[in-house]
T-cell receptor, first 116, second 114 residues
Framework: DAKTTQPNSMESNEEEPVHLPCNHS???????IHWYRQLPSQGPEYVIH???SNVNNRMASLAIAEDRKSSTLILHRATLRDAAVYYC?????????????????FGKGTLLTVNP | GAVVSQHPSRVICKSGTSVKIECRSL??????MFWYRQFPKQSLMLMAT?????????EQGVEKDKFLINHASLTLSTLTVTSAHPEDSSFYIC??????????FGPGTRLTVL
């Protein structure tokens, strides 16, 4: 499985932008880059995903390097509710009895602390 | 985003008993559901993938006879932990998706085996 590397933890101040890095040097041409986040004692929440181009949605922006070996999740104005573990995941296609599918392999993620 | 529910949210049981956890997709039909396990301060570990109407595909090291998965309809999957022991105590999370779209996760079920 293609793997990702993220810092264990990062700290930010409320209302400031946050840039969460992710390295994925072994990414293949068909791997999508996904970001999920998990608040304590909750299931993960989808944040954003992309393939080659930068992506924006209401939660965040995803900046993907031209060689696709790294990406950055950008929270434009951090709030206290953004404090969570952020996972950068490469979507891995597998074939099983139900046809082609994909699975998400979670790493350790980055624990984001937001200071008031 | 789409909504996935789990029931119960937490369960405490005695060692040797079986526990069933339900996962429902509330506003979409899930062609595929996944079951994960998360131990304290660790990441999510995929246990199995199930397609509606097919047998589940288990990850290496996950005992299929101990963790029974049923995905009988497009909105419901169940995970039964048979003969549970204290080492099975964990946070169990399901996710669901349709076609090749995003996975949406449930809120998780905290299992404690005494």
């Amino acid at each position: 499985d293609a793997k990702t590397t993220q810092p264990n933890s990062m700290e930010s101040n409320e209302e400031e932008p946050v840039h969460l890095p992710c390295n994925h040097s072994t990414i293949s041409g068909t791997d999508y880059i996904h970001w999920y986040r998990q608040l304590p004692s909750q299931g993960p929440e989808y944040v954003i995903h992309g393939l080659t181009s930068n992506v924006n949605n209401r939660m965040a922006s995803l900046a993907i390097a031209e060689d696709r070996k790294s990406s950055t999740l950008i929270l434009h104005r951090a709030t206290l509710r953004d404090a969570a573990v952020y996972y950068c995941i490469l979507r891995d296609v597998v074939k099983n009895s139900g046809g082609s599918n994909y699975k998400l392999t979670f790493g350790k993620g980055t624990l984001l602390t937001v200071n008031p | 985003g789409a909504v996935v529910s789990q029931h119960p949210s937490r369960v405490i049981c005695k060692s040797g008993t079986s526990v069933k956890i339900e996962c429902r997709s509330l506003d979409f039909q899930a062609t595929t559901m996944f079951w994960y396990r998360q131990f304290p301060k660790q990441s999510l570990m995929l246990m199995a993938t199930s397609n509606e109407g097919s047998k589940a595909t288990y990850e290496q090291g996950v005992e299929k006879d101990k963790f029974l998965i049923n995905h009988a309809s497009l909105t419901l999957s169940t995970l039964t932990v048979t003969s549970a022991h204290p080492e099975d105590s964990s946070f169990y999370i399901c996710s669901a998706k349709w076609s090749y779209n995003e996975q949406f996760f449930g809120p998780g079920t905290r299992l404690t085996v005494l």
